[in-house]
């Protein structure tokens, strides 16, 4: 069993930063992949980034250029650096990883982008 816990979500006006973190309870070095979804009010699950054991980087359209997802291995962490926030960025933000036991997935952080 992984544990996740997320945190750096907030209130932010549009155009501000944030940083989300994931803190896995194990070692995320042999983890195959990690990834931040989001779920926006009213709206399904989607990707926004993920990063593979390998350092391969995958983002959604709508966030290239503005989010930046990276790992700590010696942390155990993964990040998402999230600038230029638009209002649409207004979401619950999960963090999942997948292993070679399963998925698991965090409890959620919410973001909210708002003047």
């Known amino acids: 069993q992984v544990q996740l816990v997320e945190s750096g979500g907030g209130l932010v006006q549009p155009g501000g930063s944030l940083r989300l973190s994931c803190a896995a309870s194990?070692?995320?070095?042999?983890?195959?992949?990690m990834g931040w979804y989001r779920q926006p009010p009213g709206k399904q699950r989607e990707l926004v980034a993920s990063?593979?054991?390998?350092?391969?980087?995958n983002y959604a359209d709508s966030v290239k250029d503005r989010f930046t997802i990276s790992r700590d291995n010696a942390k155990n962490t993964v990040y998402l650096q999230m600038n230029s926030l638009k209002p649409e960025d207004t979401a619950v933000y999960y963090c999942?990883?997948?292993?070679?036991?399963?998925?698991?997935w965090g409890q959620g952080t919410q973001v909210t982008v708002s003047s």
């Open positions: 999942k990883v997948s292993t070679n036991r399963g998925l698991y």
């Open positions: 990063i593979t054991s390998g350092g391969s980087t």
């Open positions: 194990q070692n995320i070095f042999n983890f195959y992949a």
